[in-house]
């Protein structure tokens, strides 16, 4: 089925945040644990508690998300489906796209008006093919990515892998698709129902940012922000979508003599500030960002947004400042250390050092992030995590609009 019209189901606005069932860099599981009760149970708390009647679903393995999707939309949610497979060739990419639709279409089917499907994420980064880099890291490494990027040169190859993944998704699935992009990628935006971007708010765009979303509604299609959020510690503002590096910073004072990380890494992860060598945890900054910028986002008129993200099991709250992982992603949720993630982010950390910066990094640096395990929330005793103030923050917003 070749279809050449679009579908836009009745419009309502969505109140949505990201929920990931195992998003896959370079090898690395985002969440290399999965249980479907424990699926079931967040989804129903993102429903119930959370005040969200919509999800984008995003991760790498289909069965995954067929089962994430056919939870979330048993419970009611609308569900926005984003497999994503990064770093691999357009071919396996497309073959892969088009087996995620036929599941999707099943879904749809039992659900109708009730799904959305996403191509991809960000591919100008994320994908093969578009711009120089072996990876996502190479990628943004290299420095003449954006002056490229400040050119369109990437546009061209983009809006023509996107025409393939399109016309591969409408094989099988007859309901509404979108693309999620970046600020800088000029999407031709015609074959899809939705406009989806993902953009964060940091301190180069604070004053700009609700006109730079309007300026999505000149295509005359429904604007959906896919992502957008702050992370945890004093300073999260500034950065915005690269919060996460502090990570590379909690990192610096253990390496080797000879062992350096990228100067734009370790450049990003000087802007915050630190106290005796440590970042500071700050939750009341992060809801308060949130909360605000659901504001400015309603005032620009957008159809609906989805925060990043509701829980991150690999990047576990610690009570020494100096190993809070936590403090270094996006989650409207806390996660206390589990044996199987404990084990797996020694292993991904170990493996990322080596293959983004060809660094062999000793073990035992990282025994500072290894603590006690089996901790649970008192908010939900039979979840290994406890709501951060971001939760409650945009709980009560969501609940008032």
């Known amino acids: ?32 644990k999965f249980e479907p009760k424990i699926v079931q149970r967040e989804l129903g708390i993102i429903k119930n508690d959370l005040h969200c009647n919509a999800v984008r679903i995003c991760g790498l393995d289909i069965d995954r998300l067929a089962t994430a999707g056919e939870d979330a939309l048993s419970q009611g949610l609308e569900v926005w489906l984003s497999p994503e497979m990064w770093d691999r060739s357009q071919d396996e990419t497309l073959e892969y796209i088009a087996r995620a639709a036929e599941g999707a279409e099943g879904l749809r089917k039992r659900w109708p ?68 992009s970046l600020p800088f990628e000029a999407v031709d935006w015609k074959s899809f129902d939705y406009v989806g971007v993902d953009h964060y708010r940091d301190a180069r765009n604070k004053d700009s940012y609700g006109q730079m979303i309007s300026k999505y509604k ?49 450049d990003m992860a000087h802007i915050p500030p630190r106290v005796d060598g440590h970042y500071i945890r700050d939750e009341e900054l992060q809801a308060r960002e949130l909360v605000d910028q659901l504001g400015v986002l309603d005032t ?22 100096r190993y809070d992982t936590d403090m270094a992603n996006f989650s409207l949720v806390k996660s206390f250390p589990e044996e199987e993630t404990e084990e797996e982010f020694r292993r991904q950390t170990i493996r990322g050092a080596k293959e983004m910066m060809g660094i062999d990094l000793d073990p035992h640096v990282l025994d500072g992030f290894s603590g006690s395990t089996g901790e649970h929330g008192v908010t939900y005793p039979e979840l290994p995590w406890e709501p951060k103030k971001s939760f ?4 009560n917003y969501y609940a008032a609009h």
């Open 1 to 32: 089925m070749n279809c050449s019209f679009n579908r836009v189901e009745p419009d309502t606005n969505r109140k949505g945040v990201c929920y990931d069932v195992g998003r896959v860099m370079m090898g690395s599981n985002w969440r290399p």
């Open 113 to 180: 008006g009730k799904l959305v499907l996403s191509v991809g994420s960000e591919l100008t980064l994320f994908s093969q093919g578009i711009v120089e880099g072996k990876n996502v890291f190479d990628r943004i490494s290299r420095a003449s990515l954006w002056g490229d990027v400040m050119a369109g040169k990437h546009n061209r190859a983009l809006n023509a892998y996107l025409s393939n993944l399109h016309n591969a998704a409408r094989e099988s699935f007859e309901g509404p698709l979108t693309y999620f």
């Open 300 to 321: 620009a008129g957008v159809e609906g947004s989805f925060i990043q993200t509701f829980v991150v099991p690999n990047s576990p709250y610690r009570a020494d400042p």
């Open 218 to 266: 000149v295509f005359g299609k429904p604007v959906i922000v896919g992502e957008f959020g702050c992370c945890t510690f004093r300073g999260a503002d500034l950065l915005g979508a690269n919060g996460f590096m502090i990570s590379f910073g909690m990192m610096e004072d253990l390496l080797g003599p000879n062992q350096k990380l990228p100067q734009m890494f370790l």
């Open 392 to 395: 409650n923050a945009v709980a």
